[in-house]
């Protein structure tokens, strides 16, 4: 299995653009990306449990913090093993908890993914922080990462601020203008923004990248699914 396909999902508490909070939209826009990995940004506890069972997908859920009586944060699904998992606070002093939820799943026995999914800050200076947490020794620059990394999610970052460029000078970034002809990415109905990114490291090559648009995901969520498919060579 030399081939896999990813994809990085802000769900927005699976409340779509009518309003209307519908978990089934949800899995029927999951179902028809048919990723082997996603990563959800903006999701309650009990909605990842639920996806899970309902796409027969193994699924780890990080939570950021508790909203109402619910844990909220990110999830990662996956039709590959995962052998490990830690959550890592990305959280700046006086802003909303931020996390990041990192996987290590096993595409074959001699082949290890290491997974980090995030929502960042919506503050510039929040995220400039979070650029340092992130490339720390203590996240993505950690000892025993043995094979290749990818980091993907909702970034906030709609100008090339410290986060990309600081992502861009370690890893390869997942140009949006080479395979989608356009640079954005959100809202879904009429992006102007480039949020939703996608990096990653060699052995990894991206083979092709899109935007899913379909009626459901259109009002699902304000947010599209953003598809990276990727050969390990």
């Known amino acids: ?3 896999f396909r990813l994809a990085t999902y802000n769900v927005h508490k699976c409340r779509g653009i009518d309003w209307r909070l519908s978990l089934p ?3 029927k826009v999951l179902q028809e990306v048919d990723a082997d990995i996603f990563a959800v940004q903006e999701i309650f506890e009990k909605q990842a449990a639920c996806l899970a069972e309902r796409l027969e997908l193994t699924h780890v859920f990080g939570a950021a913090r508790r909203l109402g009586e619910e844990e ?9 093993r995962v052998v490990a998992s830690s959550l890592y606070d990305l959280t700046v002093e006086g802003r909303e908890p931020r ?3 990192h996987l290590d799943i096993e595409l074959q026995p001699s082949r290890v993914l290491h997974l980090f999914a995030l929502h960042l800050g919506t503050s510039f200076f929040e995220r400039r ?12 620059a950690r000892s025993g ?16 601020g410290l986060v990309s460029r600081t992502l861009a000078q370690h890893m390869h970034s997942a140009d949006l203008t080479v395979h989608l002809k356009w640079g954005r990415t959100y809202p879904g109905v009429i992006p102007f923004l480039h949020l939703d990114h996608i990096y990653y490291d060699d052995p990894l090559k991206l083979v092709n990248m899109r935007l ?10 304000d947010h599209l699914p953003l598809i990276g498919e990727f050969e390990w060579l």
């Open 99 to 101: 996390k990041c939820l």
């Open 1 to 3: 299995m030399n081939r």
């Open 212 to 221: 899913h648009r379909t009626p459901a995901s259109l009002t699902g969520s």
């Open 25 to 27: 939209r949800i899995v």
């Open 72 to 80: 909220y944060g990110n999830a990662v699904f996956s039709r590959y």
């Open 145 to 160: 990462l043995s094979g290749p990394r990818v980091v993907m999610g909702d970034f906030n970052e709609w100008t090339r």
């Open 129 to 140: 922080r979070q650029a340092g947490k992130l490339l720390s020794q203590e996240v993505l």
